[in-house]
Nanobody, 127 residues
Framework: LPEMVESGGGSAEAGGSLSLSCRASGLSNDDRYMGWFRQGPGNSREAVAV????????YYSIATKGRFAVSQGDRKTIVNLQMNNLRPEDSGIYYC????????????????????WGQGTQVTVSS
């Protein structure tokens, strides 16, 4: 089974920056949607930033647009997230996700659009 391994995250003060990286093993190096979801206490997972690897099309939530940047690594199975100008409401568990090759996503990405998930990494932003 494919494995998603996340790295990065941690703690920062408001206005600071953090970065996340995700490497998927066991997936072919094809174009596919990969991205990051955030889950706060008692909430469902919501898409933060998503990219169609190999093509470069991106999606950002209203809250993260202009502050976060999602990018592909040197392979289509690596996705990075640079988070700048962090806010306390950005805190939560961040999950890396990948969709199967050929999946089409229209509009706002939803958790059911994705097939494989990382274990999650904590991001805490203090005011």
């Amino acid at each position: 089974l494919p494995e998603m391994v996340e790295s990065g995250g941690g703690s920062a003060e408001a206005g600071g920056s953090l970065s996340l990286s995700c490497r998927a093993s066991g997936l072919s190096n094809d174009d596919r949607y990969m991205g990051w979801f955030r889950q706060g206490p008692g909430n469902s997972r919501e898409a933060v930033a998503v990219i169609l690897t190999g093509v470069g099309t991106t999606y950002y939530s209203i809250a993260t647009k202009g502050r976060f940047a999602v990018s592909q690594g040197d392979r289509k199975t690596i996705v990075n997230l640079q988070m700048n100008n962090l806010r306390p409401e950005d805190s939560g568990i961040y999950y890396c996700a990948a969709a199967r090759r050929g999946r089409e996503i229209h509009g706002r990405p939803q958790a059911p659009d994705f097939d494989w998930w990382g274990q999650g990494t904590q991001v805490t932003v203090s005011s």
